[in-house]
């Protein structure tokens, strides 16, 4: 998706700072490249090559381009805590890489953590948080946004006015690999008790369960966010409406859970200190060096005694019965493959939801409903999420249509590039 923002900046169609980014996806998507030099965001053939779809967007963020991010996740995905997020993105003085001091457990685990005193160029990055329920359908389409629709909220922009209210352009494609990358992960759990309050009021109106007036409060609170930048950029990964853990299709249930207990993430005390903070994120951080070097060895060698070496440091005595399981099943396990798995297992699994035709509509009225009281987005992408299995195979086409169709009830005429993977099958 990132080049084609940039893409939009080139050409001016977007402002080169004080972006608003509204993602709706499965998963944030919002990590970074551990071990990327921090000015590589400032080489943008170079920066492309270095992301991968769990991390291209705090780049962009590093970079000065988005100033705030908006994540509109469904009810399986609920990686990093609900509500409103305020913290600093910036270049870690020490290992000259992008680092955050943001304490939810997403980053934590990850190792992305460091105070504020140990960055430079900093940046301010306001990240909401917010819950899409499916909208019920019913024969009655009232609460479904064919409602009147209110005065869409104009943005506080002045040159950009123009270019906000050009027509959207809209780009899917298939931005993953052809084997699973990285999607986070964990879920968090946290009260939102304002929102709690918003909905136990919304459900006096049986008629409007689940519906219409949590998506109007889910309206309010981004039109709310968007009014603080110059433009705003849609982006709508089809994963959203339905997604799979590709992981669990590769592994055994046996494999799967002994890497979970091998990539288990020991969480801080819940009011742990900066340096609890700290101690927990080199202790991740060994963890996770420990475990990379591990089956980077056994590729080169997996045989008794490299296996038994790793298995007798701290923690990783699960590595003998899990080898010992894929050999049985394969000529030649794929370990680089079992690590990128490994790192999806911190203390939750990866969402997987294959999502019934009913909850699929029941979210294209969700968002059809919050799309239609929002501003006119000056760039909407789409990202299939298909090859690497993310989005069941069988539904992306039918989802696409959908989403395209949504659009194009919302916005009117659409100027559509579609750019899909060589190995894809379009």
Same mark, same amino acid.
Not at 253 to 282: I, M, S, W
């Given at each position: 998706?990132?080049?084609?923002?940039?893409?939009?900046?080139?050409?001016?169609?977007?402002?080169?700072?004080?972006?608003?980014?509204?993602?709706?996806?499965?998963?944030?998507? $919002?990590?970074?490249?551990?071990?990327?030099? *921090?000015?590589?965001?400032?080489?943008?053939?170079?920066?492309?090559?270095?992301?991968?779809?769990? !991390?291209?967007?705090?780049?962009?963020?590093?970079?000065?381009?988005?100033?705030?991010?908006?994540?509109?996740?469904?009810?399986?995905?609920?990686?990093?805590?609900?509500?409103?997020?305020?913290?600093?993105?910036?270049?870690?003085?020490?290992?000259?890489?992008?680092?955050?001091?943001?304490?939810?457990?997403?980053?934590?685990?990850?190792?992305?953590?460091?105070?504020?005193?140990?960055?430079? !160029?900093?940046?301010?990055?306001?990240?909401?948080?917010?819950?899409?329920?499916?909208?019920?359908?019913?024969?009655?389409?009232?609460?479904?946004?064919?409602?009147?629709? &209110?005065?869409?909220?104009?943005?506080?922009?002045?040159?950009?006015?123009?270019?906000?209210?050009?027509?959207?352009?809209?780009?899917?494609?298939?931005?993953?690999? #052809?084997?699973?990358?990285?999607?986070?992960?964990?879920?968090?759990? +946290? #009260? +939102?008790?304002?929102? +709690?309050?918003?909905?136990?009021?919304?459900? *006096?109106?049986?008629?409007?369960?689940?519906?219409?007036?949590?998506?109007?409060?889910?309206?309010?609170?981004?039109?709310?966010?968007?009014?603080?930048?110059?433009?705003?950029?849609?982006?709508?990964?089809?994963?959203?409406?339905?997604?799979?853990?590709?992981?669990?299709?590769?592994?055994?249930?046996?494999?799967?859970?002994?890497?979970?207990?091998?990539?288990?993430?020991?969480?801080?005390?819940?009011? +742990?200190?900066?340096?609890?903070?700290?101690?927990?994120?080199?202790?991740?951080?060994?963890?996770?060096?420990?475990?990379?070097?591990?089956?980077?060895?056994?590729?080169?060698?997996?045989?008794?005694?490299?296996?038994?070496?790793? &298995?007798?440091?701290?923690?990783?005595?699960?590595?003998?019965?899990?080898?010992?399981?894929?050999?049985?099943?394969?000529? #030649?396990?794929?370990?680089?493959?079992?690590?990128?798995?490994?790192?999806?297992?911190?203390?939750?699994?990866?969402?997987?939801?294959?999502?019934?035709?009913?909850?699929?509509?029941?979210?294209?009225?969700?968002?059809?409903? $919050?799309?239609?009281?929002?501003?006119?987005?000056?760039?909407?992408?789409?990202?299939?999420?298909?090859?690497?299995?993310?989005?069941?195979?069988?539904?992306?086409?039918?989802?696409?249509?959908?989403?395209?169709? $949504? $659009?194009?009830?919302?916005?009117?005429?659409?100027?559509?590039?579609?750019?899909?993977?060589?190995?894809?099958?379009?």
């Amino acid at each position: 998706v990132l080049p084609f923002i940039y893409r939009a900046i080139g050409s001016k169609h977007l402002p080169a700072s004080n972006i608003s980014f509204v993602h709706l996806d499965s998963h944030p998507d $919002l990590l970074i490249p551990v071990n990327m030099p *921090a000015d590589t965001v400032f080489d943008k053939e170079t920066l492309f090559s270095e992301l991968s779809i769990e !991390n291209w967007i705090m780049p962009a963020v590093y970079a000065g381009h988005i100033s705030q991010v908006v994540w509109l996740h469904p009810p399986w995905a609920q990686q990093i805590s609900e509500g409103k997020h305020h913290f600093l993105i910036g270049k870690d003085i020490s290992t000259t890489t992008i680092r955050v001091t943001g304490t939810d457990y997403y980053f934590l685990s990850d190792g992305l953590y460091v105070p504020a005193d140990q960055l430079e !160029n900093q940046k301010p990055l306001n990240l909401h948080v917010i819950l899409i329920n499916p909208t019920e359908v019913s024969n009655s389409q009232e609460e479904n946004g064919e409602v009147a629709s &209110a005065k869409r909220l104009k943005l506080n922009t002045d040159d950009t006015a123009s270019t906000v209210s050009a027509s959207s352009s809209v780009v899917p494609g298939d931005l993953d690999r #052809s084997t699973p990358s990285l999607k986070k992960k964990e879920v968090q759990s +946290a #009260s +939102a008790p304002n929102k +709690a309050e918003t909905l136990s009021e919304c459900s *006096a109106s049986s008629s409007l369960r689940n519906g219409e007036c949590p998506i109007r409060e889910v309206v309010e609170d981004v039109c709310q966010v968007l009014q603080k930048g110059d433009a705003y950029v849609l982006d709508i990964d089809l994963d959203f409406f339905s997604v799979k853990n590709p992981f669990k299709e590769m592994y055994t249930q046996t494999e799967y859970e002994l890497l979970q207990e091998l990539y288990n993430f020991k969480k801080p005390h819940r009011n +742990a200190t900066e340096e609890g903070l700290l101690d927990c994120v080199e202790n991740r951080v060994h963890q996770l060096e420990d475990l990379e070097a591990a089956f980077a060895d056994l590729c080169d060698n997996d045989d008794e005694e490299t296996l038994q070496k790793w &298995a007798s440091y701290t923690g990783m005595k699960p590595l003998v019965q899990l080898v010992h399981s894929l050999k049985t099943r394969m000529e #030649s396990p794929d370990y680089e493959m079992v690590h990128q798995a490994g790192l999806t297992c911190d203390y939750i699994e990866l969402p997987h939801h294959v999502s019934t035709e009913e909850e699929i509509e029941g979210l294209i009225q969700s968002v059809k409903v $919050l799309l239609k009281d929002m501003p006119k987005p000056t760039l909407v992408t789409v990202a299939r999420s298909s090859l690497d299995d993310y989005c069941p195979s069988e539904q992306v086409d039918i989802i696409q249509e959908k989403v395209l169709n $949504l $659009l194009g009830s919302v916005y009117g005429a659409l100027d559509v590039h579609l750019d899909y993977s060589s190995t894809s099958s379009f």
